[in-house]
């Protein structure tokens, strides 16, 4: 009887709760719904005339004294956003638009002399019509088009001349308009980078055409995750179509390794059959292949293998290849070989070498400096694939920047190898400086930059931010333009590299059908030479945007980095992944937000709590209402995973990438659910204090063995008992 009466008050208790909680609502929002009435309906600011919500502002302003400097940094800024990358036809074009703004510049001056009456004068005129436009005016629409007018007026007089250095403008509204943009976009976040080491802006050079890069080369990191070979040949025409010349093939372990090789080879690797078919679906489309070898760092796919430890540079450690050991050239010159069988008419062999963290550490190599090892090798490796093969051999950049140019001279490596320039962050000089470029120079004829598309800004993000990635390649085309001239043979390309994870052992960053967008935006805008408006209906149709209201405007990569918003009502290939990680993203704020609610914000389903076992039922119960919701949503997430994925990968990568992303939010949400439906039987509580943590012994913080506040110490333990749940 006591225990129904007990479970009778608990749910009184709760449903009192709830009732309290739902009249306080209704109370809330009736207050604030008065609030909004007498703030705005009462005084009339609401007009039965829709009024565009900027002039809505300026009308509140109006009988401001000081409104017209806000007027004027509006102008400003307006100024700022309307920046342009020139496209002229011609020469002659080119000179009469700079000629246009000359003069406009000149007339600007002398507007300035006049600048403090006109303050004055425009000071009166919007005072006037601010303190006359409710009694005067006939009608919203009257109001709002005398307003504007005095407000352009205003605007006209006081704008102050832009400065030399900064970009240009017309003098009248131009066709071709930058997209609208803050002041930095194409600059770094956290920096101050606006003008290259030369003194030039990054963006609206108009002493030169657009600098378009002779290859634009897609890269594929297929390591551990091979997307399906059906895909991959649906992908190939689409890159042809949109501007891409070649494709760099990173297999890493997904490559059909044979003989004494074959360990390395992953179980879902590709067939020689299909590597075959990719081959010739690329000649069709005049796609130039390049694989991808490497050769002496970010080897971890096979050095973790106890049959090839042994010639690891460090013993504990499987990224790097010791280069003093015989059996390592013999080694490399299997992975070569077994891949160029494959690619017998490959152009360009690329053979990585870059991030090679460990170096001159085993006792072989000591005996040796470290740049020279490195030199020794890549000079080898070179030697090895022209010789043998005929093929131009590229390598990452890297590990060259801290080595002389003399030290490079001697080892010929300007005739055997040309370097890749990789830089994924916006500001490229502040990683390779002019200085660089010229050292570079003095060695090597030909030169590659490499920008990615994905897989840069963050180890586990499941969409590429394509702000900063177009940050990145506009920025590339600058320092392209710039340095090519210092090279005998220019710049070969630009690779837009496509990073599936940091390394080996990594998890998966973002997918490619996620990266889709981005790879649309960057590609199509490299090819272009620019980004802007003009490229608004090549982009919409690349991802099988409708004509629809919504693709009318340009996209605003300050609102929506990820494209979500633009691109997930669209017909692309990848586009259930893209709209995926949509879902992921608002589900997992969702679940992260309610988990930090109740274990860390309230009180009763702490860690604490659940160690214990003890809580209140009905606190217990209140915090566990939205609980079988999001179990729903994650769950319904999984299923839905499967099927965007399906298309793209096997069920091993689709699998792994749940459990990278999503089965952690799940196994959350059940514990949780466990652990507090254990608290919720519980009718019987320990009196405190509660047994101590014991772990917390080692740090000296144990059970007394007696307590002056205690009557009798020895009954501590027989009046402690741990919650205890009836049977």
Same mark, same amino acid.
């Given at each position: 009887m006591v225990a129904l009466l007990e479970l009778f008050a608990a749910k009184t208790g709760a449903a009192m709760w709830r009732l309290k909680r739902q009249v306080f609502g209704v109370i809330f929002i009736a207050v604030a719904l008065c609030l909004f009435y007498f703030q705005f309906v009462a005084d009339g600011t609401i007009s039965t005339v829709r009024e565009p919500s900027s002039l809505r502002r300026d009308l509140n302003n109006l009988g401001h004294p000081d409104s017209h400097d806000d007027l004027q940094k509006k102008h400003l800024d307006s100024t700022l956003h309307d920046r342009v990358k020139f496209v002229a036809n011609n020469k002659d074009e080119l000179e009469q638009q700079? @000629?246009?703004?000359?003069? #406009?510049n000149e007339q600007e001056k002398t507007q300035m002399e006049d600048d403090v009456n006109d303050r004055t004068q425009n000071r009166g005129v919007i005072s006037g019509y601010g303190s006359l436009h409710n009694a005067e005016l006939q009608s919203a629409g009257q109001r709002q088009e005398d307003i504007q007018k005095a407000m352009d007026e205003m605007s006209d007089n006081m704008r102050p001349p832009m400065p030399q250095a900064a970009i240009q403008q017309f003098s009248s509204q131009p066709d071709v308009v930058m997209m609208h943009m803050d002041e930095s976009f194409g600059i770094p976040r956290l920096g101050n980078y606006k003008y290259n080491p030369y003194g030039e802006p990054v963006y609206g050079k108009t002493d030169r055409p657009n600098y378009i890069p002779k290859q634009r080369v897609v890269h594929f990191d297929l390591k551990g995750a091979p997307p399906l070979m059906g895909i991959l040949q649906t992908i190939i025409p689409w890159l042809a179509t949109h501007g891409a010349t070649a494709i760099i093939l990173e297999y890493e372990d997904t490559f059909p390794f044979h003989g004494s090789l074959a360990q390395i080879a992953t179980l879902n690797h590709y067939t020689p059959t299909q590597i075959q078919e990719l081959l010739q679906l690329c000649e069709k489309h005049k796609i130039e292949v390049i694989p991808l070898v490497q050769t002496l760092g970010h080897l971890e796919f096979t050095l973790k293998l106890q049959k090839f430890s042994h010639l690891r540079e460090v013993p504990d450690l499987p990224q790097a290849l010791c280069p003093s050991r015989n059996e390592s050239l013999i080694f490399i010159y299997e992975l070569i070989d077994q891949v160029m069988r494959l690619h017998p008419n490959s152009r360009y062999v690329h053979i990585g070498c870059d991030e090679v963290f460990h170096m001159g550490e085993c006792e072989l190599c000591r005996q040796q400096a470290r740049e020279n090892l490195f030199l020794q090798h890549v000079a080898t490796i070179a @030697?090895?694939?022209? +010789? @043998?093969?005929?093929? *131009?051999?590229? *390598?990452?950049?890297?590990?060259?920047?801290? *080595?002389?140019?003399? +030290?490079?001279?001697d080892y010929h490596l300007g005739e055997l190898v040309e370097p890749m320039v990789w830089v994924y962050a916006e500001d490229i000089y502040r990683f390779v400086q002019p200085s660089m470029w010229t050292k570079y120079s003095q060695v090597f004829s030909h030169i590659w930059a490499a920008s990615a598309f994905k897989g840069a800004f963050g180890e586990q993000l499941t969409v590429p931010n394509v702000r900063r990635h177009l940050d990145n390649h506009m920025n590339w085309l600058d320092v392209m333009s710039t340095e090519s001239s210092k090279f005998s043979g220019g710049f070969r390309g630009l690779v837009l590299t496509g990073w599936q #994870?940091?390394?080996?052992? +990594?998890?998966l960053c973002e997918l490619f059908p996620a990266a889709l967008p981005s790879l649309a935006v960057n590609l199509i805008s490299?090819? #272009?030479?620019?980004?802007n408006s003009t490229l608004q209906t090549e982009i919409y149709d690349a991802l099988g945007c409708a004509q629809a209201s919504k693709y009318q405007s340009w996209i605003n990569l300050d609102a929506d980095p990820f494209l979500w918003d633009k691109f997930t009502w669209c017909m692309f290939p990848g586009k259930q992944a893209f709209t995926l990680m949509s879902r992921l993203d608002s589900t997992r704020r969702d679940v992260d937000s309610y988990v930090e609610r109740v274990t860390r914000s309230r009180a009763w389903i702490t860690d604490y709590n659940r160690r214990h076992n003890f809580s209140s039922p009905m606190r217990v119960v209140e915090d566990l209402e939205e609980l079988p919701d999001r179990i729903h949503a994650v769950t319904s997430l999984i299923k839905s995973a499967r099927e965007a994925l399906i298309d793209w990968f096997d069920e091993w990568t689709i699998g792994e990438w749940i459990e990278q992303q999503i089965w952690p939010m799940l196994s959350t949400l059940e514990t949780l659910r466990k652990e507090s439906e254990s608290m919720k039987r519980v009718k019987y509580w320990p009196v405190r204090p509660l047994p101590l943590l014991p772990q917390l012994a080692k740090y000296g913080i144990s059970e007394p063995t007696s307590n002056g506040n205690t009557i009798n110490s020895n009954n501590i333990g027989k009046s402690r008992s741990r919650s205890v749940i009836p049977t």
């Open positions: 700079q @000629k246009m703004l000359h003069n #406009r @030697k090895y694939v022209r +010789a @043998k093969y005929g093929s *131009i051999v590229l *390598i990452w950049d890297d590990m060259l920047r801290h *080595i002389s140019d003399a +030290a490079m001279t #994870r940091y390394d080996h052992f +990594a998890v490299v090819t #272009r030479g620019f980004f």
